[in-house]
Nanobody
Framework: QVQLVESGGGLVQAGGSLRLSCAAT????????MGWFRQGPGKEREFVAY????????RYADSVKGRFTVSRDNPKNTLYLQMNSLKPEDTAVYYC????????????????????WGQGTQVTVSS
């Protein structure tokens, strides 16, 4: 089992940047596929970005493509989300998620794919 803790959220003006981190503890010797999701006020949780265990494959939601970059540092057991050119519609609680790669279904965009979730970090973008 792995535990995930996000950090780095906050209040930023439109056009600004933030870098989210997700630290993994516990059974980190296993290989995990990981993703970022977000949930805005009154909305369902939605896919933001995905990165494979090796870091060689990434996927993004159309709404963040070209603005957000997902990366990972496996020796440090940390996942990152660099968010640039932020917009008010990016306001949400951001969650990192993980699934062991032998269980990975390939459906990186689905919340059902992931077994482990962090508690979330709030990102607020003011206009």
């Amino acid at each position: 089992q792995v535990q995930l803790v996000e950090s780095g959220g906050g209040l930023v003006q439109a056009g600004g940047s933030l870098r989210l981190s997700c630290a993994a503890t516990g059974r980190t010797s296993s290989s995990y596929e990981m993703g970022w999701f977000r949930q805005g006020p009154g909305k369902e949780r939605e896919f933001v970005a995905y990165i494979s265990w090796s870091g060689s494959t990434t996927r993004y939601a159309d709404s963040v493509k070209g603005r957000f970059t997902v990366s990972r540092d496996n020796p440090k057991n940390t996942l990152y989300l660099q968010m640039n050119s932020l917009k008010p519609e990016d306001t949400a609680v951001y969650y990192c998620a993980a699934v062991m790669n032998y269980k990975y279904s390939g459906r990186y965009y689905s919340t059902r794919t992931y077994d482990y979730w962090g508690q979330g970090t709030q990102v607020t973008v003011s206009s």
